[in-house]
């Protein structure tokens, strides 16, 4: 058996597990308001393509999209956090689509 932790320990280990999870960044791709997506190809910034929602869930009361259309090809598009980036690899070339905004 352990010893028993002190108020102060037991104060520090719950403070550290707040900061643990108030520094971790969420980075999903969450539905805008009109519910129109629009990505843009991180080869070619210039032009914003519209495009179709596969797929979408539910997250903290809020519509996450989960699946994405390719513009070229149309097939579905897996979300990478570590690229905060659709990724599509049926092409010959891994084609990366960030969410743009409408503007």
Partial sequence: MGRRQTMQEKFKQQMKAYRKK???????????????VYVMNTLNPTEKIKAEIINKSVKQHREIITHLACPECGNSMDWDG??????????????????ANKD
């Fill in 22 to 36: 108030r520094m971790k960044v969420d980075n999903t791709p969450f539905m805008p308001s009109d519910g129109i």
């Fill in 82 to 99: 570590n690229w905060e980036a659709f990724i599509c690899l049926k092409h010959g070339k891994k084609a990366i689509y960030e969410i």
